[in-house]
């Protein structure tokens, strides 16, 4: 079952402008990571966030979490055509090996 | 290039086929997982493993079987293919580092359809 859904479903945005895209989950996690899927590639890690963090950086991205809300949201500044791509998170409940639970993704266009 | 390989590609079976897909990883991660990717339903865990010899149940194990014999492979075996398990396969696997398992590797994925 989905643990995480990513909101919108779909973003649009022109080049150079900032890409918001949010993660909602429903039980505790240990923590919560999102991923950069290309379209006929794999999964690329981007970025993890303990839950005891409140907030990521790294480069273009940051990610902030919010367990209270049971939400996430990462943030693309100055979006480029090669960020065009969907983005899932992905939460890790409990320090067992049991896996990470993935959302639906959000596909993100970048148009130039 | 150091990662997550992954073959085939791409394959075609038929109902009631068997087929292994492959998956090999050089970085001596412990852990090692399969996916499925289905259109508007994110990534399912089949299998995973925390080390050779270690094999466990994900959320939709049934028609699959895997085995850990080395730290580098984790095959996973598809015993009589049916049309619902036409997917993109996914291998990834991870470090581990003290509270739990880390920034995963993904392979390229294996396209299976199934007629």
């Known amino acids: 079952s989905q643990q995480g859904e990513e909101d919108p479903q779909a973003l649009s945005i022109q080049e150079g402008e900032n890409a918001t895209m949010n993660c909602s989950y429903k039980t505790s996690i240990n923590n919560l990571q999102w991923y950069r899927q290309n379209s006929g590639r794999g999964l690329v890690h981007l970025i993890l966030i303990r839950s005891n963090e409140r907030e990521k950086h790294s480069g273009r991205l940051r990610v902030t979490l919010d367990t209270s809300k049971k939400s996430s949201s990462l943030l693309i500044t100055a979006s480029r055509a090669a960020d065009t791509a969907s983005y899932f998170c992905?939460?890790?409940?409990?320090?067992?090996?049991?896996?990470?639970?993935f959302g639906k993704g959000t596909h993100l266009i970048i148009q130039p | 290039n150091a990662g997550v390989t992954q073959t085939p590609k791409f394959q075609v079976l038929k109902t009631g086929q068997s087929m292994t897909l492959q998956c090999a990883q050089d970085?001596?991660?412990?852990?090692m997982s399969w996916y499925r990717q289905d259109p508007g339903m994110g990534l399912r865990l089949i299998h995973y493993?925390?080390?050779?010899?270690?094999?466990d149940q994900g959320e939709v194990p049934n028609g699959y079987n895997v085995s850990r014999s080395t730290t580098e492979d984790f095959p996973l075996r598809l015993l009589s293919a049916a049309p619902s398990q036409t997917s993109v396969y996914f291998c990834a696997s991870s470090y581990s580092a003290g509270d739990g398992y880390y920034g995963y590797t993904f392979g390229s994925g294996t396209r299976l359809t199934v007629v």
């Open positions: 493993s925390v080390g050779a010899g270690i094999t």
């Open positions: 992905a939460t890790k409940s409990g320090g067992g090996a049991d896996g990470l639970t």
């Open positions: 970085m001596n991660h412990e852990y």
